[in-house]
């Protein structure tokens, strides 16, 4: 029991560290408000649409182009996949060396999609509290 406790702990301290670092790269950009923004309205979406249908969403809103307001979606969807990438369960991690968070999540199996999206959200529930705090508009 104390080992899980453990663990737990861990886990909650690495995503902690990563969300932190994601919210100074947000409040690090041009459009800081928005990313802010969005980071507090994606969990919701997720919870209402699904998570593949968010992420397909903020995949088709997010653009490259660091002036525009959809770039802020472009790091949120590059902050989520990278977090994907290295969370210690190695959830996806090893499917997203080859194909894009989209195209991995439809095509999980229920069992893993839920464990994704509650691990998503264990995330989102951390860089929404770092972003609340570091991004002063």
Not at 86 to 112: A, F, T, Y
Request: proline share 1%.
């Amino acid at each position: 029991m104390a080992d899980e406790l453990t663990i737990q702990k861990t886990l909650e301290r690495q995503r902690a560290n990563f969300a932190y670092a994601c919210a100074e790269n947000g409040n690090g950009i041009e459009k800081k408000s928005e990313y802010k923004a969005y980071v507090k309205k994606i969990p919701m979406l997720i919870k209402t649409n699904g998570l593949g249908a968010t992420f397909a969403f903020v995949n088709a809103k997010s653009s490259a182009e660091t002036d525009k307001a959809g770039y802020a979606y472009h790091l949120l969807y590059q902050h989520t996949t990278e977090w994907l990438k290295q969370e210690p369960k190695g959830l996806i991690s090893e499917r997203l060396i080859n194909d894009n968070l989209v195209k991995v999540l439809i095509g999980l199996n229920s069992h893993e999609y839920r464990a994704v999206t509650n691990e998503v959200l264990a995330f989102l529930v951390w860089l929404k509290r770092f972003a609340e705090g570091l991004i002063k508009e």
